[in-house]
């Protein structure tokens, strides 16, 4: 089964009216420009999320969105890029945002405050933390203090991870005050990364075309560019954070079958779109956090045996370029991306481009490797979510 994402004209025209209205902002950032971003946030119709803070398909009434051509990411990223493109003058209309009754809003204006590090809007991401009724609005303001090495916010930190109705928020509190101790806040690159996301390369890769080459650096800082790899195939697997299971199964499942991925020529990658401290904690080389899922530490288990290279991308920049969409849905308190999983042969030629529709929706890592030595690329989830109205990239599967 192939995944060629071909967008329909009414996709075309509402993104097109997205992207007119985000263009990046030109140097010397106005007060329009944050207004303008926040606008379209407002302006734009979500998909719901429940109690537990994930998103739920308003049509389907399950976990996930089963429309590929939904525009929920999309909104989002642009708005925290212009955000973040407006700059530090721009810091207390952004920090304003973290008033406004809609949670969409708050959530973009902390995220873009802690990628600006903000220590200006410590305070009022700190009232975030603490009084927000929204685990989602919480749970990014304690991860935008802990981008800041907000020092003075510890013991709030340590304070919601005791006591905070969310687990999520808990575990989010915990990484920021190993955050914020080892001084390893958002880094230049993220903010970068972020201000130069250019909406016209989004869902680039169609299947039987050539993957676009990508250089990203690993957790140990070294760089792996897509190009090295070319004759033996390439898995790509773009998975969400530490605080998942489904990801530390795969994880589990890769060390499980490195020789056999030696014997077949398969070179594997991971992909995490997220700043190198949150990257670091995946596989293992920082805090070793608690899990509510978990009966064992998996840093005492595994996080030695780890052989490929887990990547950083940073934005989701390569993400959104391979039809990943970053931002796509929430899962625990957190918008993360697609499950994506991309296969491109020794030609260097995408075979198979998979975007999950929910958090559990993708090829295991054996079905991942079965499908290269069999080359049948017709794989779907069982549970695959359906959209009432089949997308432009469903149709082309």
Known sequence: MIGIRLVSVTAVLACSAIVAAQAPSPAGATTNDVS?????????TFHPVDGKSFTIDRDLKQHGIA???DADWKVRTLAVRDLVHAGDDAIPQIAAGLQEPNVQVRYVCAMALGILKAKDAIPALEK??????DAL???QAAIALGQIESTGSLELLRERMANDSSRDVQ????????QIQKKMGA?????AAYASLDP???EAVRVGEAAPDFTLPHTEGSAWSLRDAKGQWVALVWVFADWCPVCQGEFRELIEMREEFAEAGVHVATIEAHDRYRARVMVGKEIDPKYWFAKESFQKTYAEQIWWPHLIDRAGAVGAIYGV?????????EYINRPSTILIDPEGIVRFAYYGTFWGDRPSIKETLNMIQSRDFSYENPKRRKAPQTSSKERER
């Open 137 to 139: 609005a919480r749970s």
């Open 325 to 333: 969409d970053p931002l796509a849905f929430a899962v625990h308190a």
């Open 128 to 133: 975030v933390v603490r009084d927000d009724a």
């Open 36 to 44: 303008n971003a926040l606008a379209s946030v407002r302006g734009h």
């Open 171 to 178: 575990h989010q509190c915990e990484l920021s005050i190993d």
């Open 67 to 69: 429309d590929l051509d």
């Open 200 to 202: 016209g390369k989004f």
């Open 187 to 191: 880094t230049d690159e993220l903010r």
